[in-house]
């Protein structure tokens, strides 16, 4: 919402400063969004005396002026506005001087004479309204003043963020009444020029039926969508330019300045939170004024020129034959006021919020109107917008209004009504405020505080423009933001400790993201959206993009695109993890299944770059990818192993689940890229026990190295197995220590070093004893593999 | 002990170690103290075939002669050694780079994760999660969205094709293996079948919804703080993301007021900014909130003088805040009269583009190793 400062000020009769208003707003919840000055361009204007006019020679519509700008020499201007008059005050931007619609002045002959400067129209000024003329002066001023000290003009535009519970905000008067109630004093609407005379009569109410005003036949068959509608008939009016007062106003509150009739209703709309239309007359057939809902076959062509196709949930205004606009959203085109247009039917209404929002939501066009019908306007206070429309246009653009204006309400209520409890005021404050504290907060808001029963209630009438108040909580939160959020303690009071314990996730996903750290991965969080990877992806309906139309069903494929953009920019050396939510549709119906994964992706140098080893290009292989696997099995899932299988390795769970995968990537890569490589794993969160404690050893260990030959088709782990089967159980560790394949073990056959590390736990092993486990093993190896001895 | 000829030509010997070089040494080393030729191993040896009276004195002799000169010939060593050291390193440049390993680190963002809920842990908040997927009754009814209003205008939400229309194609194809872990993910089949009043399925526009969960499967007292990822369906720019993270807060128990709010939350502020942050609370509107607050901390920028990034206002916006609203209450079923709480949620991203000076929220969802590697910790 858009406010004046000036226009705030008219409310509250006294000057403002923005700085405070804007502390003092953002206190009562409505945060300044940001504050522009206005006419900051008219600094450099001055007040210009015409000392003589004469015609130019050269041109019928042009004449020389001598200007008296207050310097010591008169300024030769040519100028071509038809009022100019000598002996009078114009506004005068001198060579040199910027005006707000960006021209910037230089001397130059025009028709050959000889201009210094320009005489000002209220349009050149950016101060809207009439270009016909010079904005003539009627101020004592000394020639050469600066234009904003003679005239009052500066102005504010104060943008403030309007939160959806609070319609009242959207009108200048209830911003009036905020600050009014912030700085305890009164308020009340900004006179009007030219209305003290005027003499408007009340509304006549009108319950069921059609009705008629003025000539216009009324008639509202949608009920619940328009429950209220004030209709009003002006003849003979004259359609032009706004006066100065009003254009400014609706100006600097962000609004064109249009003709004025239609500034009239947005003026309302802007002051009092109220949207009304205006339409010629003469463009209503009937003349009848017609509040339906439309038919399925029914389009309308709107203001803003397109034609819409309306439908039996849309509320509209009909005339006769066929809508003329669509309730509280934008009228039709061709009944709205034109310049010829001499009698008006105004429409004042409370459209139903919802069907508003329905209609504007399903047209895909908001509009201040709407923006204001669907948060709830005043259904008490049409009357009071519609008498000040009338005002408005009686007093600029003349006519007669046709009659009373008529007030179709069928069952006029009263605000509703709310028992506040003091004790649980403190119970939800946690303070105690004394029931004339209460009565004075909420007064100040507009409620109307009845009485006090006996049973430690307060009955409040909340005020029609406040329709978010209905149940006693909404009368606490106005009691602490009037009281003041500020002025309510900060205590970090006692408290009772929860019954639910951190969530075991959690703690294991903080497990998983410290442990990659620490082994040197870096974390990054990447969108969880992506293609289709197979059917059980799950779909987004409304997609912001069609490649981010699915959610992700693993981590891996968004890191990988992560690594091409790292090689996009020259990095070779990428570690990344991920620790994320990833979805598998779970059925038809059904809500996708969600499981917390991590993942990770190497690729470039093993070790960073130093002078010491210059030589070294070792990059990441599958070796090290398996021990990142491990590494992050352990964090984890800790109860799943590693198997092969085909290329890949899986951490397969002790009933047969496969939780996780690790293998090299396919990438779009560089020639230069070393290869990728990847492990997904999903995140078991069942907590851990702690782990046992192993004594340390206090006997000497003895260690065989035993170099074998093994065929191609064994594999280490099938040896690891053989070997700790027959090495008896002083075998402490196995570790293979060699690789070799070549023409010393021959083709088929690769020689595998083992090293055997024996201790028993209680003495020295005698070398006898573990000469006897290596011949065991020996021989059990190649009775089982056909694995052979090469040398120990 | 001057008396034996060999021990006295020896004496000056003993003088001469701390001159000599390191072959000299090794020879006198040698000469003197060798196992099998030393001139001392060997008076030593013989010193059995001397009558007793002179093997006890000359022995005596001998053997300290020979502690003498281990010291010395031991001591010259270590200073040759040094002597060797000092004119190595005289020549090695120690400006040159080290030798470095790769470092991990964790994201700016999980950094900032971990040290709010860190505090609010200190004050007897558990960390509580839900899921993502959510219905339009935990997102958006259990906490008080009237339908058709205004306030979803800021939750422009994203929605799921739950694929009530590809049935037969989905049971045609259920037996079949597929994915990364076919065999989990059929452990793992939804058991929690949704209710006709829950409506369509989307993805949670804030992590309230686990409010709601969290309320419905425990009893109070609860204190909760329950970050995850939420979902918004904005345009990806400099200042949006179509996915975000949130950090929701719950405090519900019989007696708790707007009071415990305030302290609970500028308690908060102070420790993850500093002790002497100014903070304050300004009305809001939150449909699951009343009385609603948004908490703002002094512009950690300027101070509060005022700048671009504060909007010259000096605050800077930190959480949306209020005291649980008694629909919320209700619909999990709670008593209102008996229980109250309060709640809040903030944006740990923006916390972390402003204390990092990042510009672009696109950064936090970028694997650029150059940009993260910047954060290690």
Redesign the interface.
Same mark, same amino acid.
């Given at each position: 919402m858009k406010l004046s400062r000036k226009w705030l000020e008219a409310f509250l009769r006294r000057p403002l400063d923005v700085a405070d208003v804007?502390q003092r707003l953002?206190? !009562?919840?409505a945060?300044?969004?940001?504050i522009e000055p206005l006419h900051a361009g008219l600094d450099a204007v001055v007040v210009g005396l015409v000392e003589e006019v004469r015609p130019h020679p050269n041109a019928d519509r042009l004449r020389l002026t001598l200007v008296n700008d207050g310097t010591d020499t008169p300024k030769h201007v040519v100028c071509g506005a038809p009022n100019v008059t000598a002996g009078k005050k114009y506004p005068f931007a001198r060579v040199g001087v910027s005006l707000p619609g960006g021209i910037t002045l230089d001397e130059r002959k025009i028709r050959g004479e000889l201009s210094q400067g320009m005489l000002c129209s209220a349009r050149e000024l950016g101060l809207g309204g009439d270009a016909g003329g010079l904005l003539e002066l009627d101020v004592d001023a000394a020639p050469g003043t600066p234009l904003p000290q003679a005239l009052p003009v500066r102005d504010d535009q104060i943008t403030i963020d309007v939160? +959806?519970?609070?319609p009242d905000l959207l009108g200048h008067k209830g911003v009036a009444r905020e600050l009014a109630a912030s700085y305890g004093v009164p308020f009340r609407l900004p006179e009007i020029p030219g209305t003290a005379a005027l003499d408007i009569p009340p509304a006549r109410r009108h319950d069921y039926g059609p009705t008629e005003v003025g000539g216009v036949r009324v008639a509202v068959d949608d009920r619940p969508g328009c429950p209220r509608l004030h209709v009003a008939v002006v003849r003979g009016v004259k359609v032009g330019p706004s006066p100065a007062w009003l254009a400014e106003r609706l100006v600097a509150a962000g609004m064109r300045s249009i003709n004025n009739i239609v500034d009239a209703t947005n003026y309302v709309m802007l002051e009092l939170d109220q949207p009304m239309h205006a339409y010629d007359l003469a463009a209503l057939k009937g003349p009848f004024l017609w509040v339906r809902r439309a038919r399925a076959d029914e389009t309308l062509h709107t203001l803003d020129g397109q034609v819409r196709q309306l439908d039996p949930d849309t509320t509209v205004i009909a005339d006769a034959e066929a809508p003329v606009g669509i309730a509280g959203v934008m009228g039709g085109a061709d009944s709205e006021v034109k310049p010829h247009t001499t009698d008006l039917v105004l429409e004042c209404a409370y459209f139903e919020?919802?069907g508003i929002?329905?209609t504007r939501t399903r047209m895909a066009l908001s509009t201040e109107a709407s923006y204001r019908f669907?948060?709830g306007v005043d259904l008490w206070s049409a009357g009071d917008a519609m008498r000040r429309c009338l005002e408005i246009i009686l007093a600029t653009a003349g006519g007669a209004l046709d009659g009373p204006p008529v007030d179709v309400w069928a069952a006029p209520t009263n605000p509703t009504r709310i028992f506040l409890r003091p004790a649980r005021v403190a119970? *939800?404050?946690?303070?105690e405020l004394p029931v004339a504290r209460l009565e004075q907060c909420l007064t100040a808001i507009g409620c109307t505080v009845l009485s006090k029963p006996d049973d430690a209630r307060m009955a409040v009438d909340a005020p029609g423009w406040r329709p978010d108040l209905v149940?006693e909580?909404?009368l606490?939160?106005e009691v602490? $933001?009037v009281h003041g959020?500020?002025a309510? +303690?900060?205590?970090?009071?006692p408290?009772? *400790?929860? #019954? *639910? &314990?951190?969530?075991d996730?959690?703690i294991a996903a903080?497990r998983v993201? =410290?442990g990659?750290?620490?082994?040197?991965? /870096?974390?990054?969080? #990447?969108? +969880?959206?992506g293609p289709a990877?197979?059917?059980?992806s /799950?779909?987004?309906?409304? +997609?912001?993009a069609a490649d981010?139309a699915y959610?992700r $069903?693993?981590l891996l494929p968004g890191?990988l &695109?992560?690594?091409e953009?790292?090689w996009g920019?020259q990095?070779a050396?990428? $570690? !990344?993890f991920e620790v994320? #939510?990833v979805? #598998?549709?779970?059925?038809?119906?059904?809500?996708? =299944?969600?499981?917390r994964h991590v993942a990770a992706v190497i690729t470039g140098p093993r &070790?960073?770059a =130093?002078?010491?080893h210059a030589g070294d290009t070792a990059v990441w292989d599958r070796w090290d990818l398996k021990a990142l696997f491990e590494a992050a099995i352990a964090l984890a899932h800790p109860d799943a192993a590693v198997q092969v299988e085909g290329a890949s390795w899986t951490a397969v769970t002790p009933d047969?689940? /496969? *939780?996780?995968?690790a293998r090299q990537l396919d990438a779009d890569a560089p020639p230069w890229a070393a290869p990728v490589w990847g492990f997904?794993l999903?995140l078991d969160h069942t907590p851990r026990f702690p782990v046992r404690y192993q004594p340390l050893p206090v006997t000497p260990a003895t260690t065989r190295d035993l170099s074998l030959a093994v065929p191609e088709t064994v594999p280490v782990i099938a040896l690891n197995r053989a070997v700790g089967r027959a090495a008896g159980s002083f075998l402490e560790t196995l570790d293979v220590v060699d690789e070799y394949r070549g023409p010393k073990v021959g083709t088929g056959v690769r020689g595998i070093t083992l090293r055997l590390t024996f201790r028993a736990p209680d003495r020295t092993l005698r070398d006898q004893e573990v000469d006897a486990a290596v011949a065991a093993v020996v021989k059990a190896v190649e009775t089982d593999l056909g694995v052979q001895l090469r040398a120990t | 002990m001057t008396e034996h000829p060999t021990l006295a030509a020896l004496v000056p010997r003993l003088a001469r170690i701390p001159q000599l070089d390191a072959t000299a040494l090794a020879a006198e080393d040698n000469a003197v103290l060798g196992r099998k030729a030393g001139v001392l191993t060997v008076l030593l040896r013989d010193l059995r075939e001397l009558p007793p009276d002179d093997r006890r004195r000359i022995g005596a002799a001998a053997n300290e002669l020979k502690a003498r000169f281990e010291a010395a010939i031991a001591e010259r060593r270590v200073q040759l050694a040094r002597e060797v050291r000092a004119k190595a390193e005289a020549q090695v440049d120690l400006t040159m780079p080290a030798r470095r390993r790769f470092t991990g680190a964790l994201h700016p963002v999980t950094q900032v994760v971990e040290e709010i809920t860190g505090i609010f842990r200190e004050l007897g908040f558990v960390r509580a999660v839900g899921p993502e997927a959510e219905s339009e009754w935990y997102n958006f009814r259990a906490l008080n969205f009237p339908a058709d209003h205004p306030a979803m205008d800021q939750h422009d939400t994203l929605y799921l094709d739950t694929g009530d229309r590809r049935t037969s194609e989905f049971d045609r194809r259920r037996g079949r293996s597929s994915g990364l872990f076919p065999a989990h993910e059929r452990r793992q089949s939804p058991t929690d079948r949704r209710r006709p009043q829950d409506g369509r399925m989307l993805l949670r526009t804030h992590t309230s919804p686990v409010q709601i969960r969290l309320m419905k499967e425990a009893k109070p007292p609860l204190r909760a703080i329950m970050p995850g990822v939420v979902y918004r369906k904005d345009p990806f720019d400099p200042s949006h993301a179509p996915a975000f993270l949130q950090i929701e807060g719950l405090a519900v128990d019989e007696g708790i007021s707007f009071v415990d709010l305030k302290g609970t939350l500028a308690h908060f502020a102070r420790r993850f900014f500093s002790p002497t942050t100014k903070v304050r609370f300004r009305p809001s509107y939150f449909p699951f909130t009343e009385p609603s607050a948004e908490m703002d901390v002094e512009c950690q920028l300027c101070g509060g003088a005022g700048c671009p990034a504060c909007k010259q206002t000096g605050w800077m916006e930190i959480l949306g805040c209020g005291m649980v609203h008694e629909q919320v209450l209700k619909a999990c079923d709670l008593d209102p009269e008996r229980y109250t709480g309060f709640a809040f949620g903030m944006g740990p991203q923006r916390i972390a583009l402003q204390r990092h000076g990042i510009p672009d929220i696109r950064l936090l969802y970028s694997g650029d190793m150059r940009f993260l590697t910047q954060f290690s910790l």
């Open positions: 804007s953002a206190m !009562l919840g945060p300044v969004e940001g939160t +959806p519970n609070r919020p919802r929002r329905r669907e948060r119970q *939800v404050l946690g303070v149940s909580i909404d606490i939160e602490a $933001r959020y500020d309510m +303690p900060t205590e970090l009071r408290f009772r *400790v929860g #019954t *639910v &314990r951190d969530a996730i959690e903080d993201r =410290h990659l750290a620490a082994v040197g991965l /870096v974390e990054c969080h #990447t969108l +969880p959206f990877e197979d059917q059980w /799950v779909k987004i309906q409304n +997609p912001l981010a959610l $069903r693993r890191l &695109r992560e690594v953009a790292n920019a990095t050396s990428v $570690r !990344l994320g #939510t979805f #598998t549709s779970a059925g038809p119906g059904q809500p996708p =299944h969600e499981e &070790r960073p =130093h002078w010491s047969g689940q /496969v *939780v996780g995968r997904e999903a | -």
